[in-house]
Each structure stands twice: as C-alpha cells, then as structure tokens.
C-alpha cells in the first residue's frame, strides 16, 4: 500500500473520498411498511485525523422533524471508514440502539457513488441486513438506507439530502 509522505495532511488512499470530509447537515425521511413514516434533521461528520492511516472516522446524529440542534434527538451512530488496499470500502458502525454493523463495499471515483452492503448485523432483535448507499450530485451528498427485517425483505428506511456546513 502506498504510505502517506511526511508532512501530507490525507494518506492517498483518502484523496478520492476526500469530498466527504467535513460537516453536512441535511433534511431525511424515514418509512418503511411496518411503522408510520417521519421526517428528521441529521447531522453528518467525517473526519480524517491521521495521515498515516487510510481511515476516515464518521459521526451521525438526527433530530425529529425540521427542528435541528434543541429538538428531540432522534438516532445517533458513528464508526469508521477504513480505504482497503484494493480499492474497496469497510464500514463499522455502531448504532444507539445497541446494533452493530460491518458494511463492505464500493466507492466509484468518477461518479462519486459509495455502495455499501453490510457483511454482519450484530446484536439486532429484528434487522437481517442492512445496505447504504451515498452520493455526491451537485455539491449535495445523499443516501438511502435500505433494511431487511425478519419479516420483511429488503427495503428503503431512510432517505437524506445534506449541504456542507
Ligand atoms: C423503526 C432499524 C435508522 C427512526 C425501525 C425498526 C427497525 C429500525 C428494525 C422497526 C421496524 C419494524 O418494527 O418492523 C433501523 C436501522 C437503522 C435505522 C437498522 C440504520 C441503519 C434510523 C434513523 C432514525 C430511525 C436514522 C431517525 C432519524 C425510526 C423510527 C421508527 C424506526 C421513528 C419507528 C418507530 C419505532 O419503531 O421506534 N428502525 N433504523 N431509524 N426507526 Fe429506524
């Protein structure tokens, strides 16, 4: 793997996602056929602390509804990008529900799409499976979040839209 020069601030195998790096803060909307849909404010931070390693550290938190910092918390999860050598992306994510993910994909230089599909789902009472997937149109990023339950099959959960802030 190639290793970051002295005195660089992002190890190269960071530099093609090094659109995400930063703060967004964005408007999403959550259904799915078993609960009643809502809408929430989320905020999303990646961060890439050390040079050396090809590693980017993520942060999510939501509120309900449009109310943003001083509403309701909402969901909140945060984990670890981690660059492989082979181009592709591993993803932890540890959720405050307690679940846990490993998400193995993707990431496309040229159309700025991260598709990622999880590995393992750990400590979930319900969830199956979990898929991601995150794209940079026009300066806004987005994702959709598709889950599969034991009773239902793979499906969309949650769709966001963020600005840098
Ligand atoms: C419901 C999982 C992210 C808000 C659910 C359910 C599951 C789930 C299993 C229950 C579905 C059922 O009973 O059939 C997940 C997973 C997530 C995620 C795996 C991330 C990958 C979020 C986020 C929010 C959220 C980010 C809020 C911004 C809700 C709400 C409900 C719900 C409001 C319905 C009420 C409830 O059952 O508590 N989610 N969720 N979820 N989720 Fe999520």
Not at 12 to 40: D, H, K, M, N
Not at 75 to 97: C, M, N, Y
Not at 100 to 107: D, S
Request: hydrophobic share 35%.
């Amino acid at each position: 793997m190639e290793q970051a020069q002295p005195g660089s601030l992002m190890h190269p195998a960071v530099a093609p996602l090094a659109y995400l790096l930063g703060t967004w803060r964005g408007q999403g909307e959550g259904y799915y056929p078993t609960i009643i849909s809502f809408s929430y404010t989320e905020e999303l931070q990646f961060t890439h602390p050390n040079p050396r390693k090809p590693v980017i550290s993520y942060a999510q938190k939501t509120w309900r509804s449009a109310g943003g910092p001083g509403a309701e918390p909402m969901h909140a999860e945060s984990g670890f990008w981690r660059l492989k050598p082979d181009g592709s992306v591993e993803v932890v994510i540890a959720q405050s529900t307690g679940l846990v993910e490993v998400q193995k994909g993707t990431h496309d230089h040229e159309d700025k799409v991260i598709r990622l599909q999880s590995e393992l789902v750990g400590n979930a009472s319900k969830v199956k499976e979990i898929s991601r997937e995150f794209r940079l149109v026009n300066g806004e990023l987005s994702y959709e979040v598709q889950m599969a339950t034991n009773s239902t099959s793979l499906q969309p959960h949650l769709k966001a839209v963020f600005k840098k802030i």
